[in-house]
């Protein structure tokens, strides 16, 4: 079973939860998420199975879209709803103003997460460090916010926003610095990931009707295929004369035949009569493998001879 299944992550659980219920509805021993959402957040989470996740490595993972709720008034010590409160305030802006910090805050940008995040230092996640209450220097880094787009008020002082960004990206942290930035403590109340890369959550699948799909025996209709998050990347279509080459993954001379044009260390997807086998990058004159992944019928033939 090698593809990726984009499910929609409920509130409250694990993404490494996630993982543990799709390997029992699949029966697949080597399945992965790629890309963490958090506990508290919901959205899409893509899981790769089988040898999918060799291709890890090349997933469009950069281009990431959240629908975020920012509530103003209270600035909490994870930057979220479930944190202890550090600072409030009633200086409550309008959308006017919160459009000017959202201007602001586009761009490539300096954040420093809350203790309470994933990131790792000394190889312990600083959440684990922050409840044995050590005192840890949170790395500052650099990401890409491509827009902030407010959408409409909510509730409580709080306001929708949705947010194209790039890898790496903590929207908790932005809503935390969009109080800064309004002279307003804010933390952030809701989260919803509805883009990681070539996943949307137009064609997410729930976690229950993902159970129901495997009581029913239909969920393997709902995998997508190795090359399906792959689009960004060139084709190459192997001539038949090269199959043996392919199946042994042998390196492939460029050369006499319609061979791509790529730069030396550029990575292609690779065909042959028209199936998925795999990525290739160029070494000189030649395609090395990178991640080889052979179509379902030619395992099988491998696994009768």
């Known amino acids: 079973m090698n593809g990726f299944f984009n499910i ?7 993404s490494a939860a996630v993982v543990a219920v799709m390997r029992r509805l699949t029966g697949e021993k080597r399945v992965g998420h790629a890309g963490t959402l958090d506990p508290e957040a919901a959205g899409v989470l893509p899981i790769m199975t089988g040898k999918a996740a060799r291709l890890f490595d090349y997933l469009t993972d950069k281009e990431k879209e959240y629908v975020a709720v920012c509530a103003f008034g209270s600035r909490t010590d994870t930057q979220d709803a ?5 600072e409030t305030g009633e200086n409550y802006p309008d959308r006017e103003a919160i459009l000017r910090a959202a201007a602001e805050l586009t761009g490539d940008i300096r954040q420093v997460p809350s203790i309470y995040s994933a990131i790792k230092v000394g190889g312990k996640p600083l959440y684990l ?3 044995k209450g050590e005192n840890v220097d949170v790395p500052e880094r650099i990401v890409h916010i491509e827009s902030i787009e407010v959408l409409r008020e909510m509730p409580d002082h709080g306001v929708e926003i949705r947010v194209c960004c790039g890898k790496g990206t903590y929207i908790r942290t932005l809503c935390d610095d969009l109080g800064v930035k309004c002279g307003c403590p804010a933390h952030m109340r809701s989260l919803l990931r509805t883009r990681s890369g070539a996943f949307t959550i137009d064609n997410a699948i729930p976690l229950e009707e993902a159970r129901a799909l495997a009581e029913a025996g239909t969920l393997t209709g709902r995998m997508l295929p190795p090359d399906w998050p792959l689009g960004h990347l060139p084709r190459t279509d192997v001539p038949e004369r ?3 080459r392919v199946a042994n993954g042998a390196k492939i001379p460029l050369g006499g035949w319609n061979s791509p044009v790529l730069p030396e260390g550029g990575v292609t997807r690779v065909y042959l009569d028209n199936e998925f086998w795999g990525l290739a990058v160029r070494e000189g004159k030649e395609l090395a493998w990178k991640a080889q992944i052979a179509p379902e019928a030619a395992e ?3 696994g009768c001879e």
């Open 82 to 86: 479930t944190g202890e409160i550090l």
């Open 129 to 131: 460090r922050a409840r």
């Open 8 to 14: 929609l992550k409920p509130t409250g659980m694990s």
């Open 300 to 302: 099988e033939k491998q």
């Open 242 to 244: 090269m199959s043996k």
